[in-house]
């Protein structure tokens, strides 16, 4: 007998979400572009995303700066921008420490989540994600389920709210260098609500086969075909099903089809003669997908340079679009001032930007390079499984954030 669903409001970061008593689940497609789904829909292999589009809404939406994988994963469990969840990056310059170090834990976090939230007012709270790095900020204060299909494996009662995963899914822990490491987040979210043992779920994948593959490739047309089963199980179960993506993703090479990248470090070093440091954000511990190379850095100065002169000499180069002191970069991109450079730099739609090529291994990048975290990835899809109420229909058609999906899912519906 399936349990009753909690239909309580709940109220986070100035928000208030009022579920239907329905399951609700939001999958993160990480790394989704639209092109994913334009190019699968037109070869009719994706049904279940063409029955949401018809049937429910289908749109676009703007990620956050930077279009990172644990920016806007906060920002999606949070409803919020990265000012008021304080996630800069997957990676940054602590200024407590001056330790260079990964954003990967909880104690990052500066607000509370709509998981954490939904799961104080009753619901069922699971959150599946690929990547292990996510696993402890999505469950931030959560009392319920949360593990990753990386470590799917080492899930414990104690630790994870869950402790027969493999058998539950019916699959063992896949390779992270895989698409199986998707598929097995939405299996394991199909199979949490078949066995009734969630009802407000968050889904987030990981972003392997983009960027490895273009939209029109096989491979990311038998991905997203797999996807779309998985969905469609989701739909069958009676969920309420909400579908977003973290960031887009681009190829970055230059015409020969090797990495396009601008060792920014490198050259201010031999130009201004100080100790500048360049700070990737997107550095995290899956090497194989980007080799840390992305479209967002943030330079930190000496407090002798002339930083009007640093940041001339950075816009002057060919393959950079925006640069931005701390105080505007605060302002205009919603990041926290405190945990960002004194220069925040974006790059073109073609362009990643690095460091130094010591600090880059470019051999990892087979058959060239993808990705993303600038103002080219930042818009993404947004997916509903029910139609939009006249207001959200209205709030959809301005500037609706990637971070309005739960509100979209949870009360935007007719």
Known sequence: MPSSISTSPFSVNGRTYAPPPRPIVVICIDGCADDYLSATIARERMPNVQRMSVDGYRGMARSALPSFTNVNNACIASGAPPTITGISGNFFLDPE?????MMNAA????CGTILAAAAQAGRRVAVVTAKEKLRDILSHNLKGIAFSSEKADQATLETHGIDDVERMTGASRPEIYSADASLFVLRAGVALLEQDRADFVYLSLTDYIQHKHAPEAE??????????????QLLNSGAVVGATADHGMNAKNKPDGTPNVIFLEQDLHRYFKQDITIIC?????????????????MAH????ADIDAVAGYIMARDGITEVYPRDVAARKLELPADRIGDLTVL??????????PDDHDLSVLSGGLRSHGGRYEEMVPMLLSEPLSNVYLTKAQGDPRNFDIFEFTCNGGQ
Request: hydrophobic share 35%.
């Open 281 to 297: 954000p997107i550095t995290d511990p899956y090497v194989v997908h980007h080799g840390a190379l992305g479209s967002l850095v």
């Open 97 to 101: 420490t001056g330790d260079e170090v």
């Open 347 to 356: 790059s073109g739609r073609d362009v990643v930007v690095g460091r130094t």
């Open 301 to 304: 100065l000496p407090a002798d």
């Open 107 to 110: 104690s990052y976090l500066r």
């Open 219 to 232: 491979e990311s047309l038998d991905f997203c075909e797999a996807i779309d089963k998985e969905i469609g």
